[in-house]
């Protein structure tokens, strides 16, 4: 089993920045991509910034030169810094973890989230 735990979410000014943090634990072989996704209330689950193994990234517009995501591979560890953060960031945050767990067996994985709330 592999567990994904999320931490760093709170309550920051607009304005202002915040760290997340997510662990992989468990029968981890190795892991591809990993990423953040958001979803706030009332609407849909939606990309945040994606990273593979090698460092390649990719992010949502809205997020573009104001979050960076970063990954320690031998941490199984994945980051959000998010700066400049604005009301509209406020939402749940999950991680998402693309793992293999054993040599031809691959699967998806999702943290319970952590919350960001933006105050204007």
């Known amino acids: 089993q592999v567990r994904l735990v999320e931490s760093g979410g709170g309550l920051v000014q607009a304005g202002g920045s915040l760290r997340l943090s997510c662990l992989a634990s468990?029968?981890?072989?190795?892991?591809?991509?990993m990423g953040w996704y958001r979803q706030a209330p009332g609407k849909q689950r939606e990309l945040v910034a994606t990273i593979t193994s090698r460092g390649s990234t990719n992010y949502a517009d809205s997020v573009k030169g104001r979050f960076t995501i970063s990954r320690e591979n031998a941490k199984n560890t994945v980051y959000l810094q998010m700066n400049s953060l604005k009301p509209e960031d406020t939402a749940l945050y999950y991680c998402?973890?693309?793992?293999?767990?054993?040599?031809?067996?691959?699967?998806?994985?999702w943290g319970q989230g952590t919350q960001v709330t933006v105050s204007s």
């Open positions: 998402n973890a693309d793992v293999y767990i054993g040599v031809y067996s691959r699967r998806d994985y």
């Open positions: 468990g029968s981890i072989l190795s892991i591809n991509a």
